[in-house]
């Protein structure tokens, strides 16, 4: 027999464990709708990466969808571009008239941002509201080039002020 306490433990715990969870933070398996598609497509091309999680995938494009109602058809507009240009490469955008059209430009920049800071809107300090949206923290692919040597900030994987030794990585580069 569960007692009120420990029941109201394993809640919590079960709440917060969902809540952190990227993968049963959204209980709703992707859809493979055109939109998601375009998305995760354009997304490997503007990361540069071979695979991307199919959940973050979702999300990022819901959360840019929720920003602004016109980011599907400016996604399906930048998409369009990039076909008709021939680009396969992330790299072949810099300087590209795609990245230097207002729109197109824009558009690509926010799913880079959506990726690689792990939320979409614009933080304002100082405000308890904005037009900000979580998308990923652990998954945020900005703590990918030091994960190596650093923890993602909030997890630690040593003991009481294990960053005050250098890692050994560091040593070594």
């Known amino acids: 027999m569960l007692s009120r306490r420990q029941l109201l433990k394993s809640g919590a715990y079960l709440t917060g464990f969902a809540a952190l969870n990227p993968v049963l933070s959204w209980a709703v398996p992707p859809s493979q709708s055109s939109d998601t598609s375009a998305f995760y497509q354009l997304s490997l091309m503007l990361t540069g990466r071979k695979q991307l ?3 973050i995938t979702q999300r ?11 980011f599907p058809t400016q ?24 990245m230097l059209d207002a729109a197109t430009g824009a558009t690509a920049r926010k ?10 809107g614009t933080p304002v300090s100082l405000r308890a509201v904005d037009n900000t949206r979580f998308v990923t923290y ?19 994987r040593g003991h009481t002020n294990y960053w005050t030794q250098p890692p050994a990585t560091i040593k070594n580069d």
């Open 75 to 98: 996604m399906q507009q930048l998409s369009r571009a990039i076909t008709a240009a021939g680009i396969t490469q992330t790299d072949e955008l810099n300087g590209h008239q795609i």
């Open 60 to 70: 990022a494009l819901h959360c840019l969808s929720e920003e602004d109602s016109q």
């Open 138 to 156: 652990t998954d945020a692919m900005m703590y990918t080039p030091t994960l190596d040597a650093t923890v993602i900030p909030t997890f630690s």
């Open 111 to 120: 799913i880079v941002s959506a990726w690689y800071l792990g939320f979409t």
């Open 53 to 55: 999680s199919q959940v």
